[in-house]
C-alpha cells in the first residue's frame, strides 16, 4: 500500500487486504467518532466566546483571532515563534557566514514568462502581505498569514535561481530571530513596567501587538523560505538546484 | 438555503474524494498535486465556516508552501528513470550527478 511512499522498501506489500482493512477501519472510526462528537456539541452555548467578546474593548484590537492570540494568549504565541525558530536551526544548512544576505547569479537561460511573472507577481504579493499585517487588528489576517505570504514570494523569486540567500548570515540570522527577540523584548519591558509578562497597559496594546507581529512576520517569512530552500539546495554543491515548477 | 445545504455536502464529498486520491493515486507526483487542490477545498470549506483567519492561514501555507516544500522534496527523491517527466535543464543535472 505504501510503496510508493516508502521509498527505501522495494519489496511487495506484505499483506495486502489487511493493510486495507485497517485503513478502511481506523478511517470509518474516526468519522463515526468524529459525526458523535459533532452532534453532541453544542457550538453555541460552550466555549470561551463570551469572555473573549467581553474582553475585547481592553485588547488593543477588534479582531478576536488576533486578540486571543497575541494578547489573551500571547505566551503559547511566543513558544509557537520560538519552537518555529528551533525548527529552522535544525535544518540550516551549514555554510560561511561571510557572503551578504542576498547574491545574484548571472544565468544564460532567462526564462521569460517566469521573470515577468516575478516581475508582475512578486511585488504585489509583497503589497499584499503588508495590507494582511496591518489588517490584522481589525479584520481576519495577521503576523502567520503575512509572514507565510511573503515566504511564498521568496519561493516564486528563488525559481529562476537568480537570487542565492545565504542563510547563515548575520542578516539572515537576525532576521530569524527578530520575532522571538521582539516578542521576549517586549515582555521583558512589560515586566519591568507592570509588572507581568506581556500584560499590555491597555493604551498601548494595539501599538506593541503591531510591533510584535512586525517582528513575528519576518522572521516568519525568512524561516518559511529557508526551509524550502533547505530542500531545494543539493548540499556540497554548495549552489541550488534550478527548480521547475512545470515538471 | 437548500442551495447552501448542498454546496456544503457536494464540497464535503469531494474533499473527502480528493484526501482519498491524494493518499492512493499512483504517481507521487499525482498525489502532491491533489493534496494542493485538498488544501484549496479546505480552504473553502473554512470560508463556509466563516473562520477566515483559518481559511487564508490554509490556502498560503496547507496550499502555497506545503505544495512548493512537497514538490521540491520530489524533485529530489524522484526515481531516476522515471520518463514520464520531460527533460530536466542542465543545471539539475550536473548537480544530481554531484550529489
Known amino acids: ?247 | 438555503m437548500n442551495l447552501q445545504i448542498a454546496f456544503d455536502v457536494m464540497l464535503m464529498l469531494n474533499c473527502l474524494i480528493l484526501a482519498w486520491m491524494s493518499i492512493f493515486s499512483k504517481s507521487l507526483f499525482r498525489c502532491i498535486v491533489l493534496f494542493v487542490c485538498l488544501g484549496l477545498l479546505v480552504t473553502i470549506a473554512w470560508g463556509q465556516m466563516g473562520a477566515f483567519d483559518v481559511a487564508i492561514a490554509e490556502a498560503a501555507i496547507g496550499a502555497g508552501i506545503t505544495g512548493a516544500l512537497l514538490l521540491a522534496a520530489w524533485n529530489r527523491i524522484k526515481p531516476e528513470d522515471e520518463d514520464a517527466q520531460p527533460a530536466q535543464p542542465a543545471s539539475e543535472v550536473n548537480n544530481r550527478g554531484a550529489r
Open chain 1, 1 to 247: 500500500m505504501f510503496n510508493q511512499i516508502d521509498l527505501e522498501y522495494n519489496g511487495p506489500v506484505n499483506d495486502p487486504k489487511a493493510s486495507w482493512l485497517i485503513t478502511l477501519c481506523s478511517v470509518l472510526g474516526f468519522l463515526i467518532v468524529l459525526t458523535l462528537v459533532l452532534l453532541n456539541y453544542d457550538a453555541h452555548n460552550a466555549g470561551l466566546r463570551p469572555y473573549v467578546e467581553g474582553s475585547l474593548s481592553s485588547s488593543g484590537v477588534t479582531n478576536p483571532v488576533t486578540a486571543v492570540l497575541l494578547n489573551f494568549r500571547a505566551y503559547d504565541t511566543l513558544l509557537e515563534i520560538a519552537v518555529l525558530l528551533i525548527v529552522v536551526i535544525a535544518v540550516l544548512p551549514l555554510r560561511n557566514s561571510k557572503t551578504s544576505l542576498v547574491r545574484c547569479i548571472e544565468v544564460t537561460n532567462h526564462d521569460l514568462v517566469l521573470t515577468s511573472l516575478q516581475r508582475w507577481l512578486a511585488p504585489a504579493v509583497l503589497m499584499f502581505a503588508g495590507y494582511l499585517l496591518w489588517a490584522g487588528a481589525t479584520q481576519p489576517g495577521g503576523a502567520f498569514q503575512a509572514g507565510a505570504l511573503l515566504a511564498g514570494a521568496c519561493v516564486l523569486m528563488f525559481q529562476t535561481g537568480v537570487y542565492r540567500v545565504n542563510y547563515t548570515s548575520i542578516m539572515a540570522r537576525s532576521l530569524m530571530a527578530c520575532g522571538l527577540a521582539m516578542f521576549i523584548a517586549v515582555g521583558l519591558a512589560l515586566i519591568w513596567f507592570e509588572g507581568s509578562l506581556l500584560k499590555y497597559p491597555q493604551d498601548y496594546a494595539g501599538v506593541l501587538i503591531l510591533l510584535i507581529e512586525s517582528g513575528a512576520t519576518l522572521s516568519i517569512a525568512i524561516c518559511l523560505a529557508s526551509l524550502y530552500s533547505s530542500l531545494i539546495d543539493i548540499p556540497g554543491t554548495g549552489h541550488a538546484a534550478t527548480f521547475e515548477s512545470g515538471s
